[in-house]
């Protein structure tokens, strides 16, 4: 059993305990807090010694269950930087096979790989990087049907697709269940990224409320790999952010990122009083 | 007396700041660790880290002395 489902599973013992002994009406013991073993010191050491970063950091990310949706160009550095970093469950969502055309930008997929399904590709690899936490790949395509199913339970969700009607499903979820919420999109040489915080801050559909009717597909546009790996490790950086608040995200707005010109720039978007997902929380 | 001590004397940068930085992070203010390293790197390093960190440190030998802010 790793590390990380041992805890949970203590967590869960730890409640039904506590539950017992409240309904018994005697006083509640402090359950101890818990400790980082010696292991995850070692690995995660060059981030615990940041000033910003330290226990109580690395144990938010350790408990916490984060699911990415995609496993592609913004999927994969955004999984492998939260496997690395400790996150303690990822699940990693992605319902098509690993194409030869997919290996310029997509680094969790290698060329023996091709024909694979790309969630059971990405897991692999994440569990080679880090076997103290938990994967779990999903064969699925996230749409309006199943995504409020999906982002239940979650501490945070991460859309790494590429379209708009998975990423508007993807946010009307997440409002509805408060799980906060990561977006980002990109293209040729361009993004963005979105922090969001369901009920605090301007959500996905209150920055765009509808689908632009020229929006490019990524297949007729082209999209160069590092891009690609600015954008999903932006992305992974805010998803660091909102585990721990160690700094604050990009919230009630966006970032809007040139890689041509190297121009990053910081787009406010408030929230709308009538947004159909936001407005009511 | 201090009531907490670490001995880091086996480790490297930046091992030994991460140990004694764990350490203050479980402590309350005004809390002493006296923190036992080897002559060199360590006994440059970790005062200065703490004392960055807004510590109190003082330097006695081998023997960094941080008070905890």
Known sequence: ?281 | MPARTLDISALTCPMTWVRTKLELERMAPGEALEVRCSAGEALDQVPRSAREAGHGVSVEGTTIRIVRA
């Open chain 1, 1 to 281: 059993m790793s590390d990380a489902s041992r805890r949970g599973f203590f967590r869960e013992l730890a409640s039904v305990v506590a539950s017992a002994r409240e309904a018994a009406a005697e006083p509640e013991p402090e359950a101890p807090p818990p400790e980082l073993t010696d292991a995850e010191i070692e690995r995660y050491s060059r981030q615990l010694v940041l000033p910003e970063w330290g226990a109580a950091a690395q144990l938010a990310v350790t408990e916490a269950s984060v699911l990415v949706i995609g496993a592609g160009a913004l999927g994969a550095p955004v999984a492998l930087y939260l496997a690395g970093a400790g996150v303690g469950r990822i699940g990693i969502l992605d319902d098509d096979a690993v194409e030869l055309s997919n290996l310029h930008r997509q680094l969790l997929h290698f060329t023996p790989d091709v024909g694979v399904a790309k969630a059971e590709s990405a897991a692999a690899k994440l569990r080679y990087l880090n076997p103290d936490i938990v994967i779990e790949p999903y064969q699925v395509h996230a749409d309006a049907e199943n995504a409020a199913a999906l982002v239940e339970g979650q501490n945070l969700v991460v859309d790494c697709s590429d379209s708009f009607a998975t990423r508007y499903a993807v946010n009307a979820a997440c409002c509805a269940a408060r799980v906060p919420l990561v977006e980002a999109g990109v293209l040729g040489v361009s993004g963005l990224v979105m922090s969001i915080k369901p009920g605090r801050t301007a959500c996905y559909r209150c920055a765009f409320p509808v689908e632009p009717h020229d929006a490019p597909r990524c297949a007729d546009a082209g999209v160069l790999g590092p891009a690609a790996g600015v954008i999903g490790s932006l992305q992974a950086l805010e998803a660091l952010k909102l585990l721990t608040g160690v700094a604050p995200p990009i919230a009630d707005g966006f970032l809007q990122v040139d890689l041509a010109t190297a121009e990053f720039l910081r787009v406010r978007a408030g929230r709308r009083d009538d947004c159909p997902d936001c407005a009511n929380l």
